[in-house]
């Protein structure tokens, strides 16, 4: 099983972006998929999390802004981000787990698949 995470990039304050992970040699229902980030200087948090079955899981920072969805026909798992902040600022990665509770997704200390970081820098 691999991901393949992408669409980061540079936007102003207040622009958007939207990462995607794709899984490759499974399938995303049998995943939960979280997406994490790392900011320089600052501890890994965790961001959002969807499952097929149960749902999709923000962390309060970026909850109303943030929006999780998945096109299975593509086996890709999208995180739309919008009114992005320089707070936002951080390399994110995608990781899937079999057995993830969404809502542990910042907190798990092991996953079982990681997807490489892509870039997000938000200034002006």
């Known amino acids: 099983v691999q991901l393949q995470a992408s669409g980061g990039g540079s936007v102003q304050p207040g622009g958007s972006l939207t990462l995607s992970c794709t899984i490759s040699?499974?399938?995303?229902?049998?995943?939960?998929i979280g997406w994490l980030r790392r900011a320089p200087g600052k501890e890994r948090e965790g961001v959002s999390c969807f499952s097929s079955s149960t749902g999709e899981y923000y962390e309060e920072s970026v909850k109303g802004r943030f929006t999780v969805s998945a096109d299975k026909a593509k086996n890709t798992v999208f995180l739309q981000m919008n009114n992005l902040g320089p707070e936002d600022t951080a390399v994110y990665y995608c990781?899937?787990?079999?057995?993830?509770?969404?809502?542990?997704?910042?907190?798990?200390?092991?996953?079982?698949?990681w997807g490489q970081g892509t870039q997000v820098t938000v200034s002006s």
């Open positions: 040699g499974s399938n995303l229902d049998y995943f939960a």
């Open positions: 990781v899937a787990d079999n057995a993830m509770i969404l809502s542990s997704v910042g907190t798990r200390s092991a996953y079982k698949y």
